[in-house]
Structures are given as structure tokens and as C-alpha cells.
């Protein structure tokens, strides 16, 4: 079973180490990690009105951010601990998330880091690929009709 909690700023550094233990290899495949800018690209998008825990069966899995823009929604910070990876997890997330942008009739938006097995998620959950620049790829879900 998969629930949301609100964040807090006590969990600021349990989410940086989950976020550099996601990113870490993929970054480093781009030549792109060092732990400083690991840290401070976490704190400048870290705001825990916006960011939720994801507990499976009562145990903290992860985390995202869900941003309610003007036009769209924005989601971001999407890391799941490796042990929750591949088992349904974070399609079982998206679609929760999903059911609550589409009740707002609104797009939803993201970017993925290039080569980021991530996107394969995102484009089964109906993400259509907008556009990409150096290192990132970026997506969209439309809203409901």
C-alpha cells in the first residue's frame, strides 16, 4: 500500500541521501556528479510545503515534489530507494499523483536526466517528451480533455 506524508525540514538530509544515492551512478555516467552540487541543487528545489515521503506498507520509500503552477502541475524530486525500484512502486505513485492533477484539469510537467531509465516511467504513464537540452529531457502529460 502506498500513502503520502507531508515534509518537514528535519527531513532535509535523509532526502539528500536518498536523492544522491539515486542520482549518484547516472550523474556520474554524464561526468556531472560532485556531492557540493549534489547538496546545494537539493536545497535550492527542497520546500517541504511541496514535497511528500512515499511509505509502502508503513515504510518511508521516497520522496516527490508536486508544485501547483498557474497552467500546469510541476513534479519533481521523484527519488525511490533502490529496494522499491522495479516492484510497481513508482507507477503505483504516478498514478495516484495522476488522479489528482487530472481532478484539477491540468498538465503535468517534468525533466528527466538524459539516459535516466526514469523517462521509461514517465512514457508509460502517457508523458510525451517536449523537448531536451544538455542534460536533461523534458515531458509533459497533457490533461484531461
Do not use: N
Not at 544515492?21 to 517541504?48: C, I, N, S, T
Not at 514535497?51 to 503552477?69: K, P, Q, Y
Not at 516511467?121 to 508523458?127: C, K, S, T
Request: charged share 25%; proline share 6%; net charge neutral.
Amino acid at each position: 500500500m502506498i500513502a503520502f506524508a507531508p515534509a518537514s525540514d528535519a527531513d532535509f538530509e535523509r532526502l539528500l541521501v536518498l536523492r544522491i544515492q539515486v542520482m549518484r551512478p547516472h550523474l556520474e555516467r554524464l561526468g556531472r556528479f560532485r556531492p557540493e552540487r549534489a547538496r546545494a541543487r537539493f536545497r535550492e528545489a527542497f520546500h517541504p510545503a511541496h514535497m511528500r515521503l512515499i511509505h509502502v506498507d508503513g515504510t518511508f520509500a521516497g520522496c516527490v515534489s508536486v508544485v501547483r503552477e498557474t497552467d500546469h502541475f510541476a513534479l519533481g524530486q521523484f527519488y525511490l530507494a533502490p529496494e522499491h525500484q522495479g516492484r510497481g512502486v513508482g507507477g503505483a505513485a504516478i498514478e495516484l499523483l495522476l488522479a489528482e492533477t487530472d481532478a484539477a484539469c491540468l498538465p503535468v510537467r517534468l525533466h528527466v536526466l538524459k539516459l535516466s531509465p526514469a523517462a521509461r516511467l514517465y512514457e508509460r504513464h502517457g508523458f510525451l517528451k517536449t523537448g531536451e537540452d544538455d542534460w536533461d529531457v523534458y515531458y509533459e502529460r497533457p490533461g484531461p480533455a
